[in-house]
């Protein structure tokens, strides 16, 4: 069984920053690439940041120069700093793992975690 964990949402003035932080657990055999997405209420899910296994990372647009990225390959853990948040950033994000298990070495397969809630207000 595998388990991502998100942690580090919450309110936030616009301007600030928050720090999510995303652990993966379980019988994981490798992880590919690690990511952040996004939903919205009443949008659908948009990717925010990729980062793969040796460290290359890929940004939506709407983050660029904003966000920033990064990963411990060791804890199994990647990273989303956000800073200077804009309403507009309000949303629950989702992080995503690209690995395989223990149990299914030879496929890679997607993984969730339960989502965690950025609310960007005054």
């Known amino acids: 069984q595998v388990q991502l964990v998100e942690s580090g949402g919450g309110l936030v003035q616009p301007g600030g920053s928050l720090r999510l932080s995303c652990v993966a657990s379980?019988?994981?055999?490798?992880?590919?690439?690690m990511g952040w997405y996004r939903q919205a209420p009443g949008k659908q899910r948009e990717l925010v940041a990729t980062i793969t296994n040796g460290g290359s990372t890929n940004y939506a647009d709407s983050v660029k120069g904003r966000f920033t990225i990064s990963r411990d390959n060791a804890k199994n853990t990647v990273y989303l700093q956000m800073n200077s948040l804009k309403p507009e950033d309000t949303a629950v994000y989702y992080c995503?793992?690209?690995?395989?298990?223990?149990?299914?070495?030879?496929?890679?397969?997607?993984?969730w975690g339960q989502g965690t809630q950025v609310t960007v207000s005054s």
């Open positions: 379980g019988s994981i055999f490798s992880i590919r690439d």
């Open positions: 995503n793992a690209d690995l395989r298990s223990r149990g299914s070495i030879y496929y890679y397969t997607d993984y």
